[in-house]
């Protein structure tokens, strides 16, 4: 089993990492993904789900649509960096 630890982590107690990390709304996991050699950036909490970010890392005033395809791009990476776990 693939062990997640998160990029960072907000909680006031220590941080146990893994399985509890997976789930933890401390847990903060940064990713990108490119759609049409567009970068989108977020910050993804496995509690509330990802927030796109702009370049400086602030969030995008306006989060993508419902059927912008970076969603899809999205996705992929959440299968890659979780589902192994999962499994």
């Not at 990390?21 to 509330?48: A, I, M, Y």
């Amino acid at each position: 089993m693939k062990e997640i630890n998160p990029d960072l982590c907000t909680s006031l107690s220590s941080c146990q990492g893994g399985d509890y990390c997976r789930e933890c709304s401390h847990s903060l996991f940064f990713g990108e993904v490119f759609v049409n050699d567009k970068k989108w950036t977020f910050e993804f909490s496995p509690q509330f789900g990802p927030m796109f970010t702009n370049k400086d890392g602030e969030p995008k005033k306006v989060q993508p649509a419902e059927k912008n395809p970076v969603w899809d791009e999205f996705q992929k990476w959440y299968d890659k960096k979780f589902k192994q776990q999962e499994d």
